[in-house]
């Protein structure tokens, strides 16, 4: 099966990195990757995640309260 380097990173709302949160290869498809351990202890504000691989990027925004 085809594998693609995957890499998840977490940006406060002026778009500094605070994290990495995966950077590894994965098979195309469907994957669950627990996030909630990114957020620990950020003070309350929004963030966005980004989601990168070679063929593509989406950026997610998320309120933590």
């Not at 994965?26 to 202890?41: E, F, N, P, Q, Y």
């Not at 950020?42 to 063929?55: D, H, V």
């Amino acid at each position: 099966q085809k594998t693609s380097n995957i890499e998840i990173e977490v940006y406060d709302a002026g778009g500094k990195k605070l994290s990495v949160v995966f950077n590894g290869r994965l098979t195309k498809g469907d994957h669950i990757i627990d996030l909630r351990s990114s957020i620990v202890g950020l003070p309350s504000g929004i963030y966005w995640f980004r989601i990168k691989s070679a063929e593509d990027q989406l950026s997610l925004k998320f309120v933590k309260q």
